[in-house]
């Protein structure tokens, strides 16, 4: 079994910055192994995408609300993968999950592992 844990949420003000971090353990033999996805749910809202770094090639994609703001990548050797978020906005007020999958490109929210989810608030 695959364990994610996400940590780094909490209260900012607009235009601050958070680093989230998604730890991987458990029975794996390397996070290089598996994508991982980060998808948030604002409150009354369904969970979205926000990014992804891609197993092997670490190619990143970002849905085009953070393009530009928000930066995936991860650190092999602590098996973590990081969601740099700056300038961050209220209407980045959401639960943020990290999510594993050994696919390259799983499909919507089709991954094996998740993340119980870290809190980010954003104050106007």
């Known amino acids: 079994q695959v364990q994610l844990v996400e940590s780094g949420g909490g209260l900012v003000q607009a235009g601050d910055s958070l680093r989230l971090s998604c730890l991987v353990s458990g029975r794996t033999r390397s996070i290089q192994l598996y994508t991982v996805g980060w998808f948030r749910q604002a409150p009354g809202k369904e969970r979205e995408f926000v990014a992804i770094?891609?197993?092997?090639?670490?190619?990143?994609y970002y849905t085009d609300s953070v393009k530009g703001r928000f930066t995936v990548s991860r650190d092999n050797a602590k098996n973590t993968v990081y969601l740099q978020m700056n300038s961050l906005k209220p209407e980045d007020t959401a639960v943020y999950y990290c999510?594993?999958?050994?696919?390259?490109?799983?499909?919507?929210?089709?991954?094996?592992?998740w993340g119980q989810g870290t809190q980010v608030t954003v104050s106007s």
């Open positions: 770094i891609t197993l092997g090639d670490d190619s990143t």
């Open positions: 999510a594993a999958d050994q696919r390259y490109r799983p499909l919507g929210e089709d991954y094996t592992y």
